[in-house]
C-alpha cells in the first residue's frame, strides 16, 4: 500500500486535463492563408483547458498592448469603459471579447475540424458605444497579447497564460513597386540584330542591282556607237567593191 | 549555253516555289494576326490600361504585311515566269519596303513583351482594381476595363491576384479603400464558387481554408497568351523575313541575269 499510494495519487494526475494556467494561446495552422491580415488574426480554440472548472463559466477573450500585460486586473469587468473595444488601445489598453460557455468548447476536439477564433471579424459594432464587447478589427500592426479569462457571473475563476505577442502585417504602399524599365531577353536582341543585317544586305543587293542597271544603260549608249563604226567601214568596203567594179 | 539556260530554269522554278511559300505564309500571317487582334482571352483592357499596347499595333500591322506578301509574291511569280524585267524590279522594290514594315512588327512585339512583368500588372491591379473615385473619362474607362477583366479572369482561371491572395494583404489597394480588410482580406471572387455564383463558404474564404479560396496567382493565365501573341508575331514574322531574304536574293540576281 505504500507503494500503491504514490501510485495511485499519479494516476489522479494524469487524470485530469490540461491546467489551465499553463496553456498559453495561440495562432492555428499556418496552413490558413487568412492566419494574419493587416487588422485581423487567427487564434486556436481552448478545447480542453477549462474542463476542470467547476460552476457555470462563460469564457472570455482578452485582448491587450503588451504594456497592460503586467498590471492587467482581472476583476474589472468586460462592459466597463476600460475594457471597452470601442477605446482601444489608448482609453482601454485591453478589451475583452468572443464570450462564450464551456459547451462551445467541447472536448476532445474532433481531428478533422477546424475549430478557429477568429479575432476581429466583427465590423458593423466597430463605432457602436452600446456594444463593447465587440470583435472590431484590429486598429493597427500591433504587437498583441491574448489570454483566455473564465467568469463565474463577475467573479474571475480561472485563466491562461498570456500568448507570446502577436503582430499582424503591414501593407506596403503599392506605389513602393519597382516596374523596372524594359530588360531586354536575349531573343529580342538576336532578333533585331539578324533581321537588321539581313536588311542591310537586301539594300546593297537593290543598290548593286540599280548601279548594274545604271552600267549596262551605258553599256547601251556605246552599243549605239557601234553602229558608227559600222558605216566608217561600209565606206571602206565601198572602196573595196570600186576597184574589181573599175577592172571590169 | 545549254547549261546556263537549265540553271536560269532552276532558279526560275525555285523562284516560284519561293513565292509560293511567301504567299501562303502572308495568308497565315494575316489569319494569326486577325486572331491575336479579336483578344480571344480578353485581356486587352489590361493592356490598354498600361497605355502601351504596342503588342496590338504589331499584330495589326502584321494584319496588313500579310496580305501585302500574297499580293507581292503574286506578282513576284508573274515577273519569274514572264522575265519582265521591270515588274522585277517593282517587286523587289516593294517587296523592300513589305520587309521593313514586318521588321519593325517582329522587333516591336518582341520588345514589348519585354515590358509585361508580374509587377506591372500587380501595380496596376493594385491601383485600379475596383477603384471608386476616378478623375476623367479616360481614367473611368481604364479602370472599368481592368475591373472587368480581373473578376472575369479570377472567377474563370479559378485564381486570385497576380502571385496569390496575399498581394492583397501584402500592398495598400484602391480596393483596400473601399472594403475593409477584415470584411474583404481579399476580392470575393477569389472564394470558391457554387454552380450560382456565391461563394461555397464566405467564412472559410475569408479564414483563408484552403479548399475555399483560390490560393494561386493569375499571372500565369495573364502571361500564357500574351506570350503565345507576342511570339507568334515576332518568331513566325521572322522566320517568313528569312525566307523572304533568301528569295529576294535569289530574285536580284535573276534580275541581273536578265538579257534584253
Known sequence: ?248 | MAKSHDGIHILQGLLVFGNVVIGMCGIALTAECIFFVSDPHGLYPLLEATENDDIYAAAWIGIFVGFALFALSIIGIVGVIKSNKTLLLVYIILMLITYAFEMASCITAATHRDFLTPNLFLKQMLERYQKSETENNNDKWMTEGVTKTWDKLMLQKQCCGVRGPSDWQEYTSAFRVTHKDADFPWPHNCCVMDARGSPVNLDGCKLGVPGYYNSNGCYDAISGPMNTHAWGVAWFGFAILCWTFCVLLGTMFYWSRIEY
Open chain 1, 1 to 248: 500500500t505504500r507503494t500503491m499510494l504514490p501510485l495511485l495519487l499519479l494516476l489522479l494526475a494524469m487524470a485530469h486535463g490540461q491546467d489551465e494556467s499553463q496553456y498559453r494561446p495561440k495562432l492555428a495552422d499556418p496552413s490558413l492563408g487568412g492566419l494574419k491580415t493587416t487588422s485581423t488574426f487567427v487564434l486556436e480554440q481552448p478545447r480542453c483547458v477549462f474542463d476542470k472548472v467547476q460552476g457555470d463559466i462563460v469564457i472570455w477573450l482578452v485582448v491587450a498592448v503588451p504594456e497592460a500585460v503586467p498590471r492587467f486586473n482581472n476583476s474589472v469587468g468586460p462592459g466597463t469603459p476600460e475594457r471597452a473595444f470601442q477605446g482601444f488601445p489608448t482609453s482601454a489598453p485591453a478589451y475583452m471579447t468572443l464570450n462564450t460557455t464551456l459547451l462551445n468548447y467541447p472536448c476532445p476536439k474532433p481531428p478533422r475540424d477546424i475549430t478557429v477564433l477568429r479575432v476581429g471579424s466583427e465590423t458593423k459594432c466597430t463605432k457602436d458605444k452600446e456594444r463593447p464587447t465587440c470583435n472590431g478589427p484590429l486598429p493597427g500592426p500591433g504587437p498583441y497579447q491574448v489570454k483566455f479569462l473564465a467568469l463565474n457571473g463577475s467573479e474571475p475563476v480561472a485563466e491562461t497564460s498570456w500568448s507570446e505577442p502577436i503582430t499582424l502585417r503591414t501593407a506596403q504602399p503599392f506605389s513602393s513597386i519597382p516596374t523596372p524599365g524594359s530588360g531586354h531577353s536575349a531573343g529580342m536582341i538576336a532578333l533585331t540584330a539578324i533581321l537588321s543585317i539581313l536588311f542591310a544586305i537586301l539594300l546593297a543587293g537593290l543598290l548593286a542591282m540599280l548601279v548594274f542597271w545604271g552600267s549596262d544603260t551605258c553599256g547601251g549608249t556605246s552599243t549605239f556607237t557601234k553602229p558608227e563604226m559600222v558605216t566608217v567601214q561600209r565606206y571602206n568596203t565601198h572602196h573595196v567593191y570600186d576597184q574589181p567594179a573599175a577592172r571590169l
